[in-house]
């Protein structure tokens, strides 16, 4: 079963476009959570995605709350700045969900509070960054859960 990476209310087209990328990459399936501050014919969002968009599982919804009643027995990790528990503390499953927020404000406050115990952040040096890329944090995390399950689903 594939890793699934959840974008909830991404604004910026070159990073979603990035992640699609890694996804094809990995076998990992995109959920986009709307509103999204770009159009999916976005020429910079196909860019990013070069020609690899045919193979990336991609699912919209109108609401996260969506996406967690079509999958009730999802286990959902929920990537913030604001976490005190680092991503790799964690045993991550084949079928793990890794959700992360829109890129100037993150997860609304009200998610995190409600999941604290499967809030994950990156370690860094805040004092000169408040945070990394989007796609590059994508792309760490889901790395590290294929990495803990002996890349299984890569060559």
Same mark, same amino acid.
């Given at each position: 079963?594939?890793? =699934? &990476?959840?974008?909830?209310?991404?604004? *910026?087209?070159? $990073?979603?476009? $990035? &992640?699609?990328? +890694?996804?094809?990459?990995?076998?990992? =399936? @995109?959920?986009? *959570?709307?509103?999204?501050?770009? /159009?999916?014919?976005?020429?910079?969002?196909?860019?990013?995605?070069?020609?690899?968009? =045919?193979?990336?599982?991609? %699912? !919209? !919804?109108?609401?996260?709350?969506?996406?967690?009643? /079509?999958?009730?027995?999802?286990?959902?990790? !929920?990537?913030?700045?604001?976490? +005190?528990?680092? !991503? %790799?503390?964690? /045993?991550? /499953?084949?079928?793990?969900?890794?959700?992360?927020?829109?890129? +100037?404000?993150?997860?609304?406050? %009200? @998610? *995190?509070?409600? $999941?604290?115990?499967?809030? &994950?952040?990156?370690?860094?040096? +805040?004092? =000169?960054?408040?945070?990394? $890329? @989007?796609?590059n944090s994508a792309a *760490? &995390?889901?790395?590290?859960? @294929?990495?803990?399950?002996?890349? %299984?689903q890569l060559k």
């Open positions: 079963m594939p890793f =699934h &990476i959840v974008l909830v209310e991404p604004e *910026i087209p070159a $990073n979603t476009g $990035n &992640i699609a990328r +890694t996804c094809a990459a990995t076998g990992t =399936h @995109l959920h986009l *959570i709307r509103p999204l501050g770009f /159009q999916t014919d976005d020429r910079t969002l196909k860019r990013a995605g070069l020609d690899y968009w =045919h193979a990336v599982t991609l %699912s !919209y !919804y109108d609401s996260f709350e969506e996406l967690q009643a /079509q999958q009730p027995h999802g286990r959902f990790f !929920y990537a913030s700045t604001r976490a +005190t528990k680092v !991503y %790799s503390d964690f /045993q991550f /499953q084949d079928g793990d969900f890794f959700v992360f927020g829109k890129e +100037t404000k993150g997860l609304p406050q %009200s @998610l *995190i509070e409600a $999941n604290l115990d499967t809030c &994950i952040r990156m370690p860094m040096r +805040t004092e =000169h960054v408040r945070s990394l $890329n @989007l796609s *760490i &995390i889901v790395y590290e859960a @294929l990495r803990q399950t002996g890349f %299984s």
